[in-house]
């Protein structure tokens, strides 16, 4: 059978939308006719007792009241059924609808990139976060924990092969399950209601954190005895049996409640707060409990944790909800009061919420990992299911230095971008990449290096082969000055540059991966192009591997005396009168320049002598 394309891919989940609206719209039309029926029965209902009162008598009134309560229970329950079954479906138009988007770049229809304070400059130069950026892109977790550990792989300062393998071995076995995947990512939206990123921190310190309630243990056994002679004592005075003698149990069993009280209100309160989180882990854990994981060995073996029929941690938040739920019974004042009354029921479920927090403290840390960990990975096997054109690179110490087949840029829309190869043969190597103004010179670094990002993250890369070792990353793209700190444009390039060069220099067993965007753009014209020949000759066969833009044709003479220096340029052509431009990388200095070219076009006063020439070459 052949590979699916992308083609058939985005038609299959065209299909799926359109299917899943036509059965919501059926049952919110059903919903619809159930609301008007509970409506009915309540009315009619009430009604025909009331005509039964004065008609019939009291007892067929009543009868009427019952008949009429068991009807309308039945039917709201039915009905619940239905808007329950009307979520999944709206959550799993949801998915699909941003699966969709995300295949075609529609970034309206994916999820807001999650705030990033502080964001290093590797991922603002490559946009690798940000409103149009690979996270973005990539992100389906549902926790912001999980969120933040894939940005971490994606900016990792040290890749490992070792791990990059394992990694891909898995996002292997998870891309041809999407129900695995969708159905995890549904259950997980479902239980946090929201399409929002949603924090477990809180509710991992609630659990982990258990505050010194053992001292409530005698107080239990005491309150219990008290309680139970309060029982006997009330009963026999009931029956005549025995005078008011349940008083000189009951007055201090009330006393010692109230002075325990403290104990139990924060406690209380805490777990009121986490109760939808714990059915948020809760039905996510389930899931993944249930799971064969049939041809899923390496993803099985991470998910050990969730398979120990001894600790399976939906148990263990089961008792702590079935708790909680206990404890709410506070919400009912009336009921709380007589309830303790009788027995010391907050004291008790006090106690048991933190035994039961006690016990799952040792397995929580590694749930939670286990759980960030499978989410992420899921991430990248919906990329690589959503690009069935990418494909997992090949990362070795030992392999070739960096070999690329068909580069493209994984943010550019599918029908608008023009694929690439480059190779670099050794380290200390330096690609010089020249050409005009709009060419493609940037947009060809962030194109390389959004794709070692994605390699290094264990994804599949937008490439029909990407070969490379492991490197460090550094780049020197988006420089931007700042006028509450007073340095310049210029200054802050100057620094930044400083700051390669020392990472070059430094000793480190991994080579450095860089990339400069048109070098000293911040100064003159005669200053910037000396500048660029002394840093260009400094970083020349040091223990990395540069790409370098720049506008300055005079630096492509540097390949003259320097072996590692290679030049690779973009071309444009002016066709009909409009700049046209084919961004294809090719070997040798750019021919060819086109700022006045711009100029003219746009109405601007250019060199006569230049125009003179220009029109010559065209009317050729």
Not at 27 to 49: D, K, M, N, Q, Y
Request: with cysteine; net charge neutral.
């Amino acid at each position: 059978m052949s590979a699916p394309t992308r083609e058939l891919r985005q038609a299959t989940l065209a299909r799926q939308i359109e299917r899943v609206a036509t059965q919501l719209e059926k049952l919110e039309h059903t919903s619809r006719i159930f609301h008007r029926v509970r409506l009915s029965v309540f009315f009619v209902g009430v009604a025909l007792a009331v005509i039964a009162f004065f008609q019939v008598g009291i007892v067929a009134f009543w009868l009427l009241i019952l008949a009429t309560v068991v009807a309308f229970s039945t039917i709201v329950y039915f009905h619940r059924t239905l808007l329950r079954q009307i979520d999944r479906y709206r959550g799993w138009q949801r998915i699909k609808s941003t699966h969709l988007a995300r295949m075609t770049l529609d970034w309206d229809g994916i999820s807001a990139e999650m705030p990033i304070r502080d964001p290093l400059p590797l991922e603002t130069d490559l946009d690798l976060v940000g409103v149009h950026s690979l996270h973005r892109l990539l992100d389906t977790t549902v926790t912001t924990s999980g969120s933040e550990r894939l940005r971490a792989w994606l900016t990792a300062p040290r890749p490992d092969p070792d791990r990059i393998a394992a990694r891909q071995a898995l996002v292997m076995e998870l891309v041809p399950r999407p129900l695995f995947r969708d159905k995890l990512l549904l259950q997980a939206r479902l239980a946090a209601r929201s399409d929002e990123k949603w924090s477990a921190d809180t509710l991992q310190k609630w659990l982990e954190n258990n505050p010194a309630t053992g001292s409530l243990r005698p107080w239990l056994l005491l309150l219990s005895a008290l309680s139970i002679a309060n029982i006997i004592l009330f009963s026999l005075y009931l029956a005549g049996i025995a005078a008011s003698w349940w008083l000189v149990t009951f007055l201090p069993y009330v006393a010692l409640s109230l002075l325990r009280s403290r104990d139990v209100q924060p406690v209380f309160a805490q777990a009121a707060q986490m109760q939808d989180a714990l059915g948020q882990l809760g039905a996510v854990f389930g899931r993944l409990e249930r799971d064969s994981y049939h041809k899923m060995p390496n993803l099985r073996r991470l998910c050990t944790p969730f398979l120990d029929a001894d600790h399976r941690p939906s148990r263990y938040l089961q008792r702590i909800g079935r708790i909680v739920n206990a404890m709410g019974i506070r919400g009912n004042g009336l009921v709380a009061l007589l309830l303790n009354a009788v027995v010391p029921w907050d004291i008790y479920f006090t106690h048991r919420l933190a035994v039961e927090k006690s016990a799952i403290r040792q397995f929580l840390p590694v749930w939670m990992d286990t759980w960030f960990e499978v989410e992420s990975l899921c991430a990248l096997a919906t990329f690589a299911y959503l690009n069935p054109d990418y494909a997992f690179p090949t990362i070795s110490a030992d392999g070739p230095v960096l070999s690329a087949t068909r580069l493209g840029h994984p943010l550019i829309p599918h029908a608008q971008k023009i694929a690439n190869d480059v190779t670099v043969d050794k380290v200390g190597e330096i690609l010089l990449i020249t050409g005009s103004n709009m060419a493609g010179k940037s947009t060809f670094l962030r194109t390389v290096g959004l794709n070692v990002a994605l390699a290094y993250a264990g994804s599949v890369v937008d490439a029909a082969a990407l070969d490379l070792r492991p490197y460090r990353l550094f780049t020197c793209i988006r420089v931007s000055d700042s006028v509450i700190d007073g340095i310049s444009y210029f200054y802050a390039e100057v620094k930044r540059l400083r700051a390669l060069l020392d990472s070059l220099r430094e000793e480190n067993d991994l080579p450095l991966l860089y990339f400069i965007d048109e070098i000293f753009r911040g100064t003159n014209n005669r200053e910037r192009l000396s500048g660029s020949r002394a840093y260009v000759r400094a970083l020349a066969g040091g223990h990395g591997v540069g790409l370098i833009s720049t506008h300055d044709l005079e630096l492509v003479h540097l390949a003259d005396e320097m072996p590692e220096l290679r030049n690779y340029h973009f071309r444009e052509a002016v066709i009909d009168g409009r700049m046209v431009f084919d961004y294809t990388l090719r070997p040798g200095p750019c021919p060819t320049t086109n700022a006045l070219q711009i100029m003219r076009l746009e109405g601007l006063p250019v060199p006569t002598e230049w125009r003179d020439e220009t029109e010559k070459l065209e009317s050729t």
